[in-house]
């Protein structure tokens, strides 16, 4: 290495000696495109890159797609299966689910702001969603049953009502919680 002095000995102090700068370090910078257009998929498994063509990566998004939709449509196609099930056991116990329907007509119409196909409740729809719809019969479900429980095994839940708890899932929580 040359030696230099450094600037304070130019200005009266004592020399010193310093060793040149290292020059910068140069990443290689590539413009080639990341996807390539040839028609099959290259895998370079030392560099781990993956190269597929516009057509191969369109048919696999629709792939994709497709199968959400059809796991969609089951898993709805499910939670309406499970309202009809938790009603017809509310009905069978004697379980008051009228709370959960609109009673009458609801207001409203074709506003201005309204798109698509919206349009308002009618009588005899159900206020929430159908998986809300499945916590809440399904929990009148169970609180009917483990109130039987209660019965059969001589546990007090006289104070257990409405009136003292918020919820429905807080009178389950306290009848298991007794049962327990």
Known sequence: ???????????????ALVAPRAAPLRRKTTTKPRV???????????????????GQGAGALGIVIGARV???????????????????KCEEYGIDTSDLYHTEDQPGGDAWYLVGEWKPAK???PKQSDSTMVGILSTRVK?????????????????????NYATEKMIYNELRKRLA
């Open 70 to 88: 059809a796991l969609v449509g089951l898993a709805k196609a499910g939670i309406g299966g499970n309202v009809k099930k938790y009603t017809a």
């Open 123 to 125: 009588a005899g729809d």
């Open 36 to 54: 390539s257009t040839t028609p099959r998929a290259a895998v370079d498994l030392a560099s781990g890159t993956v190269d597929f063509s516009l």
């Open 143 to 163: 609180t009917h049953e483990l109130l039987g429980e209660c019965k059969d095994k001589g546990v007090d839940v006289a104070d257990v009502t409405p009136a």
């Open 1 to 15: 290495f040359p030696r230099k002095m450094a600037a304070n000995a130019l200005l009266g102090g004592a020399p």
